[in-house]
């Protein structure tokens, strides 16, 4: 997805937050958004939104310093996240399609992800997901849901690349992760994480606290960018990239570096800004299942 | 009120808001966005959003052509704004404390305002505002309203200069500066536009299509920034601005531009931004009579 004109006031709004989880002064935060606002004459709007956010984090750790201002919120957020597998898990086991109910629960990390930065009750959310009556996500959110063509795809997929979003999502993605395996044990999947901390992406050893190595092989991207950008990540991945049958891909920011690509790429996220509603044609806050094809 | 480093985003956003309007292509939206974003290094925080705002409707006019991309929004505002006129009057003449409604009545056309913005239904809130037994404005949101302290200035005052904010907002102020002449006759009440568009501001013929000219004098403050910033005002509006005894002052960009200002400015406003509640200390949406005293 390329960069719509309504980003770059977001890219400020973003700057400011992370400038200020850094601990920048007020002087400092000032300076970052000097240096961001030079940078925009100059950033194209072909290139997609997660190649600026990986200028801005640059710029935040040049003038504070600060690599990870994320991290103590991951570690805190990750325990919370493991606190709440077993009821995960049960709540597939007791599902009519279990399949369903995983891939439910996976896009659910997403929301709680959206939730805690925007002062959603998550308490009150994970409750409402975890009641065992309900469906994890409701019906009328699901406004693009290609599950019928994602069970179809999985089916026929040996090689499956499951594109990393937000550390807390983690846990969500294993439950899913753990229930293709139940079914098929010879399939290969690999888990993609980050090379390096940006914003609350998941890294290395987010993937492991989450025990994702006990089901799934871990590898990096090679990436410092909220989203897989092709042309930054490691041969290695492109590799994997372009040799899976099927790629599964978390959150907003995969979404915008790869809604162009031209592989068997499965969108899993909630649609948590206006501008990707508009791209997707859905309503913001819709849970998206999407199968793009170009 | 000093700039926030919240403003800068939403300078973003108003440029592009503004710039659309201007009917400039996406490539001359993008350039007048890069255009704003070199001059946020150079624009110090002590300055007040409307002095950027200055900026930023100067660029597009450079780069559009278009000075006054509000015109025919305007026009259309001015001719319904004029049609609720004798509701209005009624309302007044039909309440126990007429200066009270009337005082509401002025902030409730800064109410209207906001929502044509933000596809708020005005048809609905003007129903409401107008409904006879009704106060013009919910007494939950009132969380200031230095009405007693209103009052007995304007018993005294002699000489009272009144800012005008939006166009479609001076037939409500009308109705105030009626009410307040009603009572005392010989009270001289100048009422101030803005000597060139920006935004949606008032200017003189604004003033006069709303029938001022019949109850006040009209004067340009000679400024073109939405909000009264001193600095650039006119002598000849510096000199009433010095002698005034009561200034009453409507709209956000007028309390950003005089919040720290040494005069007996009464602020009457919504609170349609973050930053501004903030700074009040109010909620979002909460109505303002406010005697700022330094």
Redesign the interface.
Known sequence: MKTY??C???F??QA?GAARLSGAS?KT??KI??EV??R??EFP?IFGPPEMARIIYGIIKKMTGNGDPYEKIKEKSNKLALSVYPKLKKKVAHSRDSLLTAVELAIAGNIIDYGVKNSLNIREELGRILAEENSAIREESKSIFNYKNFKHTLKNAKIILYLADNAREVVFDRVLIEEIKRTDKIKNIIYAVKEKPVINDALWEDARMAGIEKTARIISSGLDTPGTVLSLCSKRFLKIFKRADMIISKGQGNFEALSDCNRPVFFLFMAKCPVIAQDVRCRLGDVILLHKTK
Do not use: D, G, S, V
């Open positions: 004109l309504e770059i006031p977001c400020f709004k400011l007020e935060q000032k958004l000097n606002a030079l925009i004459p709007l």
